[in-house]
């Protein structure tokens, strides 16, 4: 299964949108530069009381579609 690195840095406030469902994307970058656009949900389980912070690995199957999100 391809996967990607990721880095976040997301405030309490910030994911307090995501959560909520006012803000329905994430849009950051991999290391290498290339653009990952992905849906909010998936930031649900790794969000802490302050926030998103560190570098992820997220998962794709075979057709792109999202699998997994876990901290590096």
């Known amino acids: 299964m391809p996967s990607i ?11 307090r ?4 469902g006012v803000a329905d994307s994430i849009h950051t970058r991999t290391p290498d530069g290339r653009s990952v656009m992905l849906p909010s949900r998936v ?5 802490k009381r302050d926030g998103v912070h560190g570098t992820y690995r997220v ?6 579609r999202f699998i997994s999100i876990r901290a590096v």
């Open 59 to 64: 998962t794709f199957d075979d057709g792109g």
């Open 5 to 15: 690195d990721i880095q976040l840095d997301l405030s309490a406030e910030q994911c």
């Open 17 to 20: 949108a995501h959560y909520a």
């Open 43 to 47: 930031l649900h389980h790794i969000i």
